[in-house]
């Protein structure tokens, strides 16, 4: 098998059988929203999210200046970041199985999500339902990985699997509820799969684009989009969009992420992607979907690897995607 190129320190999957993993650390399931803090002067502005798997911060900036204004700490390797519709932002805090969220500017946690006996590296929330789905790369016990669906994003979830995937990467709702991801079969080959709403078992889709190295995944308002974290042939990261008719994605488009050598898992917000680039510890920011060279990047990093934005109070009762039209 090959390794999960991941940023984990874990151990890689080509001695998954002679590793015994990491226990998870116990943590409490909820903190009160109330003893949440939040920055002044964030309300009115959106805010860019971006995990750091290398230095264990999650480093939040204001849009559109993007500076720092906030450093979130406590975690141990965090990855994939997801929003809600009411600016909540979720982070999975992967060697501790644990996915933690804040609110809007918050500057404590307002609850922790206990993903037991796993490796959660993705996640996405369902716009139609607000439950959370979290992609589990593979159990802490050398096993499968999984689907875990948190209903209302509370409580404990419910774990799905699909016996061709071993590894889940990424994943993303689109707006009828329905749930892409990406990952691995047990061979080393992509795998993706969509696991429709209201259903509890996968549909394997063939995509007519090969993906070497899976990574984002996030609907656009009319396609899925997939990311090659490495593409083969240019050996940069790129963002495919595809349109599902039954088992099969069609390549519909694609946005070409020059001087990115590893993005694993990047946000489009409106007309912009942001792409964090775990190998050239940076952000670079791209027109959506004339891509080609980053018009403008966050320095200053060690191992970026999931991005998000959480939009503003002011501005929720646009949708996601409506939010942000113009380039930031």
């Not at 644990?98 to 490796?119: C, F, M, N, S």
């Not at 707006?175 to 047990?186: E, I, K, R, S, V």
């Not at 190998?279 to 959506?288: M, Q, S």
Request: with cysteine.
């Amino acid at each position: 098998m090959v390794k999960p190129r991941l940023w984990l320190s874990i151990c890689a999957a080509a001695t998954l059988a002679g590793c015994g993993g990491i226990a998870p650390l116990a943590t409490p399931n909820s903190l009160a929203p109330a003893r949440s803090a939040v920055l002044s002067g964030v309300d009115g502005q959106d805010l860019l999210y971006i995990s750091d798997a290398g230095s264990n911060h999650v480093y939040v900036y204001a849009l559109p200046s993007r500076k720092l204004t906030q450093t979130l700490s406590g975690f141990d390797e965090p990855q994939g970041e997801c929003s809600d519709a009411a600016g909540n932002v979720f982070i999975t805090n992967t060697q501790k199985s644990e996915i933690v969220e804040y609110a809007h500017g918050g500057t404590q946690p307002i609850q922790r999500l206990k993903d037991q006996g796993y490796y959660p590296v993705g996640c996405a929330v369902d716009g139609s339902t607000g439950n959370l789905a979290v992609t589990n790369l593979f159990a802490t016990k050398n096993k499968y990985g999984s689907v875990a669906i948190f209903k209302n994003a509370s409580g404990s979830p419910t774990q799905y699997t699909d016996s061709s995937i071993y590894y889940y990467y990424f994943c993303g709702y689109d707006d009828a509820g329905n749930l892409y991801l990406d990952g691995y079969t047990p061979d080393s080959t992509f795998a993706f799969a969509l696991l429709p709403s209201g259903s509890g078992t996968f549909l394997n889709i063939a995509l007519n684009q090969p993906i070497y190295f899976p990574g984002t995944v996030q609907w656009t308002g009319k396609w899925v989009m997939v990311g090659d974290q490495q593409d083969r042939q240019s050996n940069e990261s790129v963002l495919y969009e595809f349109k599902i008719r039954g088992s099969i994605g069609y390549l519909e488009n694609f946005t070409a992420l020059n001087e990115a050598t590893d993005v694993v898992q990047a946000w489009l917000q409106g007309k912009t992607v942001y792409a964090p680039d775990a190998e050239r510890a940076d952000v670079g920011l791209y027109h959506y979907v004339a891509g080609g060279n980053p018009f403008n990047t966050i320095a200053g990093l060690s191992s970026p690897v999931g991005a998000t934005v959480s939009v503003a109070s002011s501005r929720l009762r646009r949708t996601a995607y409506a939010a942000a039209h113009g380039d930031y």
